[in-house]
């Protein structure tokens, strides 16, 4: 007898033992016509194991099962002579094959399908070393997968069909792999699975060739983009979601449908063949949804590029005169600009004027008689300007009719020391605790278009691993590189934003989800770009991704940026529901970080180095100083040992040598590869002070603008709720923060603080902007294993305030 014979005289007795039960039940059955059945799905498995071993796990232990096991005739742990399917639940219970899964919709697919495991064994090899991204499709291993046998497989077909004969909602595109409905965790039932044997026994789907060489034809000129193709992929059933990026989900989603109809070419990418096989698939089976890709297939390449506001080249440009102008005479070409005494310049772009008369602080300026047509002119103001505010109005324009356009530059930093003793205090403190033990420190003081003090205290490096002093220590010097810690958040995450939020790219208002589409479920939908710069999103302070004990489960163990970054957007848990209080938290700017590469097409690194800091001339602000031509011997040494806090701390490829050129912060180094929107950037103190002048010019530099002062209002304005938050920026405010800002800042103070030991103020209404860096973590480790501090946090220069109330005393009362 057959299994398919018996399987029928079972169900036939079960059905008239069902019968003869109703009989003798009080009930009246009529049968509703809105109903389904339960099952949806056929899930196809590969055991990986032999038929012993699956049995043992399917059957005994293991916490695993299966409708049915398919044995193979070459397997010697196989007991029977000829090959029967095993039958291990019965159809109508629960098996527990599918795990954390999706198809069309439809989640954790046990409780909907009906699983087959068949007995065949891949071998994998793995490389000595580790790849940087893990992908369960990856293609650095190597697995050989065997053939599938044939008398296995007429038994499948006998049984798939007798399957779909009891199951009718089960449809051609519902007959699926294990890697169909879990692709970032599964790759069975392999690429030797004989998809296109079972369609042609009528099972499952396939596509027409002539439709593919349809699409072929079309999308070997213009491909679909990336995220029109996982759009596709997600009509069709898969769980992925539209990021326009080739990101690690679509790089398992694409592996695990070429396994299926495209299992000669197992690459991964979103090719032209692979495309033109999906909407092949998608016309056959799913003809209105493949229709309504097609029309934003043809919409993408007829779609216009999004415009970009253009940034200007200096702090004032404007027509002369006047192309739409006021009827209140004296408003009309007139205006300010922000300079220093002695300082300034402007930029005359002539076009068909032949004189003007030009003004500056209500002085007219000598300029060439006659003016040339479509020439520029360039001139000195430094007997015109004064510090702050200065004015400008054209008038006399000749002849009738001409025009010209005015440019005043962005102020630039100068170099003039202060007079002697003028910090002296400041100075005496900090020497005295650098005799005391302090490691060292650079400052630097900015103000009024001024760099009056640059100097430097201590060691760059001193001790060694164990604590020991170095007998000859590395000294400090004015352009030593610091780790800047959480400054890196402000200098590097803030200045991308506000600078892509000036050219339109980003609207801080708009949910995360609207620039990262996979940043969706548990209430991230709801989630503003605002809420996580103002730390009120309700993450955790942290997650240690970088160790397996973290307090979120080893699933967030990750020490590769790829999978720390899908972790943050689609795995993190909120702690705190959406604006409920201010939690600083690291992760919102890591998300940040994200949000930056995904709107810039770049690295972070690569986006901030090139699109900021260089213009501006900066070549000592960048991430990861080791891996781009800089020595340990130019850096700030951090922690002793490593991340181990003096031997208390240990996990995965913990570094335990004083650390000096690698970015302290365990998540920056050890999960996102040393660049992350939270930490990992490297400056000196000259660097950040032009930064800080940056920001004091209200956004430009020079000829280059990196954001509107429109856009900095936005960012450093307080909140309602805390007047000590802007968006991301700390605000002195009414003395909240006294401990970073001291008690002379104004009120419109704004900075940030590093871990590490650095610490900003910029404070425009006096002008004036301060950079403190030690590297005050390079210091012994005091305390119990748990109750424990760096001993440079015990000096003054390591907690701030009274190294920035000292600064403020000195120059106000200098003035």
């Given at each position: 007898?057959?299994f398919?014979?018996?399987?029928?005289?079972?169900?036939?007795?079960?059905?008239?033992?069902?019968?003869?039960?109703?009989?003798?039940?009080?009930?009246?059955?009529?049968?509703?016509?809105?109903?389904?059945?339960?099952?949806?799905?056929?899930?196809?498995?590969?055991?990986?194991?032999?038929?012993?071993?699956?049995?043992?796990?399917?059957?005994?232990?293991?916490?695993?099962?299966?409708h049915?096991?398919?044995?193979?005739?070459?397997d010697?742990?196989?007991p029977?002579?000829?090959?029967?399917v095993?039958?291990?639940?019965?159809?109508?219970?629960?098996?527990?094959?599918a795990?954390?899964?999706?198809?069309?919709?439809?989640?954790d697919?046990?409780?909907?399908?009906?699983?087959?495991e068949?007995?065949?064994?891949?071998?994998?090899?793995?490389?000595?070393v580790?790849?940087?991204?893990?992908?369960?499709?990856?293609?650095s291993?190597?697995c050989?997968?065997?053939?599938?046998?044939?008398?296995?497989m007429?038994?499948?077909?006998?049984?798939?069909?007798?399957?779909?004969?009891?199951?009718?909602?089960?449809?051609?595109?519902?007959?699926?792999?294990?890697?169909d409905?879990?692709p970032?965790?599964?790759?069975?039932?392999?690429?030797?699975?004989?998809?296109?044997?079972?369609?042609?026994?009528g099972?499952?789907?396939w596509?027409?060739?002539d439709?593919?060489?349809?699409?072929?034809?079309?999308?070997?000129v213009?491909?679909p983009?990336?995220?029109?193709?996982?759009?596709?992929?997600?009509?069709?059933?898969?769980?992925?979601h539209?990021?326009?990026?080739?990101?690690?989900?679509?790089?398992?989603?694409?592996?695990?449908?070429?396994?299926?109809?495209?299992?000669?070419?197992?690459?991964?990418?979103?090719?032209?063949?692979s495309?033109?096989?999906?909407?092949?698939?998608?016309?056959?089976?799913f003809?209105?949804?493949?229709?309504?890709?097609?029309?934003?297939?043809?919409?993408?390449?007829?779609?216009?590029?999004?415009?970009?506001?253009?940034?200007?080249?200096?702090q004032?440009?404007?027509q002369?005169?006047?192309?739409?102008?006021?009827?209140?005479?004296f408003?009309?070409?007139?205006?300010?600009?922000?300079?220093?005494?002695?300082?300034?310049?402007?930029?005359?772009e002539?076009?068909?004027?032949?004189?003007?008369?030009?003004?500056?602080?209500?002085?007219?300026?000598?300029?060439?008689?006659?003016?040339?047509?479509?020439?520029?002119?360039?001139?000195?103001?430094?007997?015109?300007?004064?510090?702050?505010?200065n004015?400008f109005k054209?008038?006399?324009?000749?002849?009738e009719?001409?025009?010209?356009?005015?440019?005043?530059?962005?102020?630039?930093?100068?170099?003039?020391?202060?007079?002697?003793?003028?910090?002296?205090?400041?100075d005496?403190?900090?020497?005295?605790?650098?005799?005391?033990?302090?490691?060292?420190?650079?400052?630097?003081?900015?103000?009024?278009?001024?760099l009056?003090?640059?100097?430097?205290?201590?060691?760059?490096?001193?001790?060694?691993?164990?604590?020991?002093?170095?007998s000859?220590?590395?000294?400090?010097?004015?352009d030593?590189?610091?780790?800047?810690?959480?400054?890196?958040k402000?200098f590097?995450?803030?200045?991308?934003?506000m600078?892509?939020?000036?050219e339109?790219?980003?609207?801080?208002e708009?949910?995360?989800?609207?620039?990262?589409?996979?940043?969706r479920?548990?209430?991230?939908?709801?989630?503003?770009?605002?809420?996580?710069?103002?730390?009120?999103?309700?993450?955790?302070?942290?997650?240690?991704?970088?160790?397996?004990?973290?307090?979120?489960?080893?699933?967030?163990?990750s020490?590769?940026?790829?999978?720390?970054?899908?972790?943050?957007?689609?795995?993190?848990?909120?702690?705190?529901?959406?604006?409920?209080?201010?939690?600083?938290?690291?992760?919102?700017?890591?998300?940040?970080?994200?949000?930056?590469e995904?709107?810039?097409?770049?690295?972070?690194?690569?986006?901030?180095?090139?699109?900021i800091?260089?213009?501006?001339?900066?070549?000592h602000?960048?991430?990861?100083?080791?891996q781009?031509?800089f020595?340990?011997?130019?850096?700030?040494?951090?922690?002793?040992?490593?991340n181990?806090?003096?031997?208390?701390?240990?996990?995965?490829?913990?570094?335990?040598?004083?650390?000096?050129?690698?970015?302290?912060?365990?998540?920056?180094?050890?999960?996102?590869?040393?660049?992350?929107?939270?930490?990992?950037?490297?400056?000196?103190?000259?660097?950040?002070?032009?930064?800080?002048?940056?920001?004091?010019?209200?956004?430009?530099y020079?000829?280059?603008?990196?954001?509107?002062?429109?856009?900095?209002?936005?960012f450093?304005?307080?909140?309602?709720?805390?007047?000590?938050?802007?968006?991301?920026?700390?605000?002195?405010?009414?003395g909240?923060?006294k401990?970073?800002?001291?008690?002379?800042?104004?009120?419109?103070a704004?900075?940030?603080?590093?871990?590490?030991?650095?610490?900003?103020?910029?404070?425009?209404?006096?002008?004036?902007?301060?950079?403190?860096?030690?590297?005050?973590?390079h210091?012994?480790?005091?305390?119990?294993?748990?109750?424990?501090?760096?001993?440079?946090?015990?000096?003054?220069t390591?907690?701030?305030?009274?190294?920035?109330?000292?600064?403020?005393?000195?120059?106000l009362?200098?003035q």
């Amino acid at each position: 007898m057959t299994f398919l014979s018996w399987f029928k005289k079972l169900s036939l007795a079960a059905a008239t033992a069902l019968l003869v039960s109703c009989a003798s039940t009080p009930y009246e059955f009529t049968q509703s016509a809105n109903y389904s059945h339960r099952v949806k799905f056929l899930v196809m498995h590969y055991t990986a194991i032999d038929y012993e071993k699956s049995m043992r796990v399917l059957v005994e232990e293991g916490g695993l099962s299966a409708h049915y096991l398919l044995p193979e005739s070459s397997d010697p742990s196989y007991p029977e002579d000829e090959l029967k399917v095993i039958q291990l639940v019965d159809e109508h219970d629960r098996a527990w094959h599918a795990g954390r899964s999706y198809w069309q919709g439809r989640e954790d697919l046990n409780d909907q399908s009906i699983g087959i495991e068949i007995v065949n064994v891949p071998t994998c090899h793995y490389p000595e070393v580790k790849p940087e991204v893990h992908l369960e499709n990856d293609a650095s291993k190597l697995c050989i997968f065997p053939d599938y046998d044939a008398k296995q497989m007429a038994l499948l077909i006998e049984l798939s069909k007798g399957i779909l004969e009891r199951n009718p909602d089960i449809g051609p595109t519902q007959v699926v792999g294990h890697s169909d409905i879990a692709p970032t965790r599964k790759n069975d039932p392999g690429p030797r699975f004989p998809w296109y044997q079972l369609y042609q026994a009528g099972i499952g789907a396939w596509y027409d060739s002539d439709t593919v060489d349809k699409y072929w034809q079309q999308f070997s000129v213009v491909k679909p983009s990336i995220g029109l193709m996982q759009k596709a992929l997600r009509a069709y059933g898969y769980d992925i979601h539209a990021t326009n990026q080739l990101d690690p989900q679509t790089l398992d989603t694409l592996s695990a449908f070429q396994m299926h109809f495209l299992p000669w070419h197992v690459s991964g990418n979103a090719d032209a063949r692979s495309a033109a096989v999906l909407f092949a698939l998608m016309e056959k089976y799913f003809p209105k949804k493949a229709a309504k890709l097609m029309l934003q297939y043809q919409q993408q390449q007829t779609t216009p590029e999004p415009i970009v506001k253009p940034l200007a080249n200096a702090q004032v440009v404007m027509q002369i005169p006047n192309p739409n102008p006021s009827s209140r005479t004296f408003v009309n070409d007139r205006g300010t600009f922000k300079a220093y005494k002695g300082r300034g310049h402007i930029i005359i772009e002539n076009n068909t004027a032949t004189s003007a008369d030009i003004f500056i602080n209500g002085e007219k300026i000598n300029i060439a008689q006659p003016l040339t047509a479509n020439k520029l002119y360039e001139y000195s103001l430094s007997k015109r300007t004064h510090n702050g505010v200065n004015t400008f109005k054209v008038e006399n324009v000749q002849p009738e009719g001409a025009s010209l356009t005015l440019r005043f530059p962005y102020p630039t930093l100068a170099t003039t020391p202060a007079k002697k003793n003028v910090f002296k205090q400041v100075d005496s403190l900090i020497n005295q605790e650098i005799a005391q033990g302090f490691p060292g420190a650079v400052l630097a003081v900015i103000k009024d278009g001024q760099l009056v003090k640059l100097s430097h205290y201590g060691d760059a490096k001193k001790y060694q691993a164990d604590g020991s002093l170095l007998s000859q220590p590395q000294p400090m010097k004015s352009d030593t590189l610091f780790d800047i810690a959480s400054n890196s958040k402000m200098f590097a995450t803030n200045l991308a934003l506000m600078k892509l939020a000036s050219e339109g790219k980003v609207d801080v208002e708009k949910p995360l989800f609207y620039y990262l589409p996979e940043f969706r479920g548990a209430g991230r939908e709801q989630r503003l770009v605002k809420d996580l710069l103002t730390h009120s999103a309700g993450y955790p302070a942290v997650v240690d991704f970088h160790r397996k004990d973290n307090k979120f489960g080893e699933r967030f163990f990750s020490q590769n940026s790829l999978r720390t970054k899908n972790l943050l957007l689609t795995g993190v848990p909120f702690v705190a529901d959406r604006n409920v209080k201010h939690l600083y938290s690291d992760i919102d700017y890591m998300l940040l970080g994200v949000l930056v590469e995904r709107l810039s097409g770049q690295s972070l690194d690569n986006y901030v180095e090139g699109q900021i800091y260089q213009p501006l001339g900066l070549s000592h602000t960048l991430y990861n100083p080791l891996q781009k031509g800089f020595t340990k011997n130019q850096i700030a040494a951090t922690e002793l040992q490593g991340n181990t806090r003096g031997g208390r701390i240990n996990f995965d490829n913990v570094r335990t040598d004083v650390l000096q050129g690698q970015v302290h912060d365990e998540k920056a180094f050890y999960a996102l590869g040393g660049v992350a929107g939270h930490a990992g950037l490297f400056s000196t103190g000259q660097d950040l002070s032009v930064l800080a002048q940056l920001l004091l010019n209200r956004g430009g530099y020079g000829d280059k603008q990196m954001f509107t002062p429109q856009v900095l209002e936005q960012f450093i304005g307080p909140q309602a709720s805390d007047e000590s938050y802007g968006l991301g920026w700390r605000r002195a405010g009414h003395g909240a923060l006294k401990w970073h800002f001291g008690p002379y800042a104004s009120e419109q103070a704004y900075g940030h603080t590093g871990w590490t030991g650095t610490v900003t103020v910029i404070d425009p209404v006096y002008d004036l902007a301060i950079v403190l860096l030690t590297n005050t973590r390079h210091s012994p480790i005091e305390g119990s294993e748990k109750h424990y501090e760096f001993v440079g946090k015990k000096f003054e220069t390591g907690k701030y305030g009274s190294i920035i109330s000292l600064i403020y005393e000195a120059i106000l009362n200098k003035q």
